[in-house]
């Protein structure tokens, strides 16, 4: 008798990041990364991405409009890891640098179809007025080396925006 070979199942995450409000700030862009389990692998599409760079709309909402495509297709024998999105949203400073605006994160949807979500962002903070000085003084705001920590949770004080994120209606 032939062994059998363990069933996997597919997830297919067709989407975009569609805009961000973040009053006080203009001409951002967005990246974007998948955070996974173990038994997780992509087997199409891009697991991360780059935007291009957006002003604020005329109209009355003011909002950042990327517009941003994501498509890429998981498999797994195993729930546990769900995949999730996460954001981390960049622009200039004063002095011109590219300094981060945002980060978060979100499972990709649970169940099939049409899906929008808003993620809470947030900044990390130095833990000083010092730091926060000298950060603000060389242009260096806090942020992480490695964006997929934010989908682990922990230790994520900071400032708050959001940014929305569609998953539309897969055909059938």
């Not at 409000?21 to 203009?26: G, K, L, V, W």
């Not at 498509?71 to 999730?84: A, C, H, I, L």
């Not at 993620?119 to 903070?125: H, L």
Request: some cysteine.
């Amino acid at each position: 008798m032939a062994a059998a070979s363990p069933s996997v199942f597919l997830l297919m995450v067709n989407g975009q990041v569609e805009s961000a409000q973040f009053p006080e700030y203009d001409d951002l862009y967005c990246k974007y990364c998948f955070v996974y389990g173990q038994d997780w692998a992509p087997t199409a599409g891009l697991e991360e991405g780059i935007s291009q760079i957006t002003s604020k709309s005329q109209d009355v909402r003011r909002a950042l409009v990327w517009n941003f495509p994501i498509d890429v297709t998981f498999k797994s024998t195993n729930p546990y890891g769900w995949p999730q999105i996460v954001l981390s949203v960049y622009g200039p400073d004063v002095f011109g640098n590219d300094v981060v605006r945002g980060y978060g994160a979100v499972h990709v949807p649970f169940s099939p179809g049409r899906h929008k979500r808003t993620i809470p962002m947030f900044v990390p903070e130095s833990t000083s007025k010092l730091q926060k000085f000298t950060s603000w003084f060389m242009g260096r705001r806090p942020e992480y080396t490695d964006p997929k920590v934010v989908a682990q949770g922990e230790g994520r004080e900071g400032e708050t925006a959001g940014a929305e994120t569609l998953f539309p209606e897969q055909p059938a």
